[in-house]
């Protein structure tokens, strides 16, 4: 959760990023195991029967990268595949070319 935490912080100047955590489990559970654990993002709870029957997701964690036109355009599963989907996806931003065209 920590290098979670990380990856966060390295988007926290993007106003075009958002972490969200949908997890499976109850929110007394998830609090309970939280309160060993530092975890940041914004956490949605009792998701299990949407991210298996809807987004047809049965191995976690998995991370998906989606647009701001709500298209899902990266899913991936692992914390350095994570980081390579959206390091990809934000150097495809408007907001990114803008940025580093200044920058030049």
Not at 2 to 16: A, F, G, H, M
Not at 40 to 52: E, S, V
Not at 64 to 87: D, M, P, T
Request: glycine residues 2%.
């Amino acid at each position: 959760m920590i290098l979670l935490n990380k990856v966060k912080e390295s988007y926290k100047n993007r106003i075009d990023v958002v972490f969200t955590s949908f997890v499976a489990d109850s929110k007394r559970n998830i609090k309970n195991f939280l309160k060993e654990r530092e975890f940041n993002w914004a956490t949605i709870f009792n998701q299990r029967d949407y991210l298996r029957k809807v987004l047809n997701i049965i191995v976690f964690p998995t991370y998906i990268n989606i647009s701001k036109k709500g298209v899902i355009s990266r899913v991936v599963q692992g914390y350095s595949e994570l980081e390579v989907a959206l390091a990809n996806e934000c150097k495809k931003s408007k907001y990114f070319q803008a940025i580093n065209h200044l920058l030049k």
